[in-house]
């Protein structure tokens, strides 16, 4: 089934060519130019019905946009209008529209015409500049049964002619005066729209150097006059064919690319989304420990961004951080909101959730050190911590880095015993904790962290 968008700001018009089309083909609306191109690019459209006049980009606008743009300038359009200026119809008929229909518009005129603009059958369009008007009537003779053939006989009126049109080709003759054929072709090449176009050279000479010099200034291929007519109509055929054939290709790539794009995208941001919520639900199991997962995860990767380590890892431990007491929901709430003392009994099952939260993040396999965090951020450096009691290097690193975010964390937010310590204890502890609970360089990047901090903002 072919595709019709409507472009119009209208909704009731919207609605109307929907109800009338959407039996025979698939319709899609935009009420914007802007929204329009935006669907344009993504997807295969077969037909544009097109209003002239909507506020910010009009009509004609976008028709202009749309010839420019290689990938979608082959696109069918209708104008749909209320006024019937005749300059509007010149400007789109030079701009490539089909037809234009009037609004407002009976249902079975504007199925007619639909019908109509898909049975033309759209000829390749290619711009012929020679200053000889012989030539130039040659070719157009030559070429206008298969092609529909725009002839310019200057490079200025060339260049005039593509600032808004872009053809599928381009026969350029060598000798002109003024600007000749590989100056034009160097403007051409710095034009957008037109860097991949096929240009061909019309040339008169017979010279080597000739030859190569057309083809290092990017041109396709040359044609001698006087002309051959079978060979001038096979060349551009098979060129055209391949040109077209590449294009789609292209387009498809790039569709591809976007999709694919977008859906990583998505996938990515889902997996934070879920991390996020489930850092959330570790937090809210302790009513003194809210947003503590968020603050490790930024602190750690801040730790970690001093440390000289790249984006993709200060990522992997901000999501390492944020999910390093994940074991906690393995553990009793009376227990994580006892307010007086732990009993040896509950205190060894507090400490049982560095291995609870590895056991639940090890079935993550594509992310294969996110248990890292949560495994060994008790970890001392003297090896006095637990669950395994591993010293020094022996302790990843990056549960060494969250061990440190994760005690200034502690130190910093507020409990039901005690408000938020003083930045100068903090440090004091900090600077304690060297080479006993804290790796000795991790934890003196900390302490440059809190030297920034003048104002003691880093804290809950
Ligand atoms: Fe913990």
């Known amino acids: ?35 329009g191109m935006s669907v344009l690019r993504e997807k295969m459209i077969d037909l544009v019905l097109l209003d002239l006049y909507m506020p910010e980009v009009s009509g004609m606008e976008v028709l202009r946009e749309i010839r420019q743009d290689a990938s979608i300038a082959d696109v069918k359009v209708i104008i749909l209008t209320a006024s019937g200026m005749r300059a509007d119809a010149v400007e789109a008929t030079r701009l490539g529209a089909l037809d234009f229909i009037k609004k407002p518009f009976f249902p079975t005129e504007l199925l007619e015409r639909v019908k109509k603009a898909f049975q033309i059958e759209k000829k390749d369009r290619i711009l012929v500049v020679d200053d000889d008007m012989m030539n130039l009537m040659l070719v157009k003779k030559l070429l206008g049964i298969r092609y529909d053939v725009v002839s310019v006989s200057s490079g200025a009126e060339a260049i005039a002619f593509l600032q808004d049109q872009t053809p599928d080709m381009i026969l350029l003759d060598l000798h002109m005066p003024e600007m000749n054929g590989l100056e034009v072709l160097e403007k051409i090449r710095s034009m957008e729209n037109l860097v991949d176009i096929p240009v061909i050279f019309l040339t008169a000479d017979n010279e080597r150097e000739t030859e190569a010099e057309i083809f290092k200034a990017g041109a396709i291929d040359f044609i001698q006059k006087p002309f ?26 790039d ?22 919520a489930l850092a959330g639900a ?17 602190y750690s990767r801040e730790l970690a961004r001093r440390m000289g380590k790249s984006t993709q890892e200060m990522n992997d ?47 993550i396999s594509e992310m294969p050190g996110i248990s890292i965090g949560a495994n060994w951020h008790h970890e001392m450096y003297d090896g ?13 690193e990056i549960a060494r880095i969250i061990c440190v975010a994760d005690a200034y964390d502690t130190m910093t937010s507020k409990r039901s015993y005690r408000d938020i310590l003083p930045q100068d204890v903090v440090k004091e502890e900090i600077v304690k904790g060297k080479g006993t609970q804290f790796d ?13 901090d003048t104002n003691y903002q880093m804290h809950e």
């Not at 009731?12 to 089309?21: E, P």
């Not at 060129?239 to 387009?251: D, V």
């Not at 570790?282 to 930024?298: E, L, M, Q």
């Not at 009793?332 to 909101?337: A, E, F, K, L, S």
């Open 255 to 276: 569709r591809k690319t976007t999709e694919l794009r977008e859906s990583n995208r998505k996938i990515t941001n889902l997996s934070t989304q879920i991390m996020m």
């Open 384 to 396: 006095s911590g637990y669950p395994d009691g591993l010293a020094g290097d022996n302790i990843p």
């Open 282 to 298: 570790i937090d809210a199991k302790d009513a003194y420990t809210k947003g503590h997962s968020t603050r490790v995860a930024s």
């Open 317 to 363: 431990i901000y999501y390492i951080g944020l999910l390093h007491d994940i074991g906690k929901i393995g553990i009793p709430d009376y227990i994580i909101n006892k307010p007086g003392k732990l009993t040896d009994e509950e205190y060894q099952m507090v400490k049982d959730h560095p291995k609870i939260g590895a056991e639940i993040l090890e079935n």
């Open 1 to 35: 089934m072919k595709t019709i968008l409507v472009i119009d700001d209208d909704v009731m018009n919207l609605k109307m060519a929907t109800h009338i089309l959407e039996n025979d083909y698939n319709v899609i609306c935009a009420q914007s130019g802007d929204e």
């Open 440 to 452: 000795p360089v991790i934890a003196d990047y900390m302490l440059a962290m809190m030297e920034e």
């Open 228 to 253: 051959i007519p079978e060979v001038v109509i096979q060349r551009i055929s098979r060129i055209l064919e391949l040109y077209h054939y590449q294009q789609s290709l292209q387009l498809e790539v």
